[in-house]
């Protein structure tokens, strides 16, 4: 049953385990158990029964229980099969909502918010009252990255997607949240990312200056070595001519 989901299921019992240490929290435990046995109407059911027994915390339990339940998943990014969208919109949104809406400066429900729904301007809100929170700091850096890389992932085939402008200033805003960190060497790996879709737009604006062939061949006379990406068109289906 493992084969290639092996780090899936064994997440699972880890979550498992550590769930089930909190009493409140021993349906969730049990639910991870029976979606590791591959038991999935089973598990679907007794986390429906934990919901409605979830919807009676009092309000400052409710709110460690949802902690702790995030705490744990953060612990075991292989897992697939445990933040479904029922934990999420009928117990962990609901409580953070209402944390957010009762205690406005309060970071938890701002970053993991920010964190589950990838909401720049939570993010900053939390990087704000804790610029140390690694994990926050760190997705604001991707989600800059990724506009970076969306913008560079056609010039295998001479295309920028974005402006360079644009396309800098995704660059430039991912840098400023390295070098602004406590410890900017814990972003030394997205640093290095920064740093190639920067050498990357240098060339392209070099290399639209005059055309000669594509892009990496340019590059490539140029000693300029990038990965590039294989990219795979898919072709629609074509209906059977009448």
């Known amino acids: 049953?493992?084969?290639?989901?092996?780090?899936?299921?064994e997440g699972l019992l880890d979550l498992a385990r550590e769930l089930g240490e909190t009493p409140a929290l021993a349906g969730l435990a049990r639910y991870c158990v029976l979606r590791e046995q591959g038991l999935r109407k089973q598990a679907l059911r007794r986390l429906s029964e934990f919901l409605v027994q979830a919807s009676t915390w009092a309000l400052e339990s409710a709110r460690r229980h949802v902690l702790r339940i995030l705490a744990a998943d953060a612990r075991t990014r292989e897992v697939h099969q445990f933040m479904t969208h029922p934990l999420l919109t009928e117990l962990i949104y609901l409580v953070l909502e209402r944390w957010r809406l009762e205690q406005p400066t309060a970071i938890e429900p701002l970053r993991w918010l920010g964190l589950l729904r990838l909401d720049a301007s939570a993010l900053e809100e939390a990087l704000e009252l804790d610029p140390s929170d690694v994990p926050v700091r760190g997705r604001l850096i991707n989600m800059a990255l990724r506009?970076?890389?969306?913008?560079?992932?056609?010039?295998?085939?001479?295309?920028?997607?974005?402006?360079?402008?644009?396309?800098?200033?995704?660059?430039?805003?991912?840098r400023a949240l390295i070098a602004s960190a406590p410890d900017a060497r814990a972003f030394d790996y997205l640093a290095a990312e920064a740093?190639?879709?920067?050498?990357?737009?240098?060339?392209?604006?070099?290399?639209?200056?005059?055309?000669?062939?594509?892009?990496?061949?340019?590059?490539?006379q140029r000693g300029r070595r990038y990965a590039w990406p294989t990219i795979i068109y898919y072709d629609a289906p074509r209906l059977a001519e009448g």
């Open 195 to 220: 740093d190639e879709y920067a050498s990357l737009v240098h060339d392209w604006e070099a290399y639209i200056q005059a055309r000669a062939g594509t892009f990496p061949e340019w590059c490539a």
């Open 1 to 9: 049953m493992y084969y290639w989901n092996k780090e899936n299921f």
């Open 147 to 174: 506009d970076a890389d969306y913008s560079t992932h056609h010039l295998s085939e001479s295309i920028l997607l974005l402006t360079v402008e644009e396309t800098r200033a995704s660059i430039a805003a991912a």
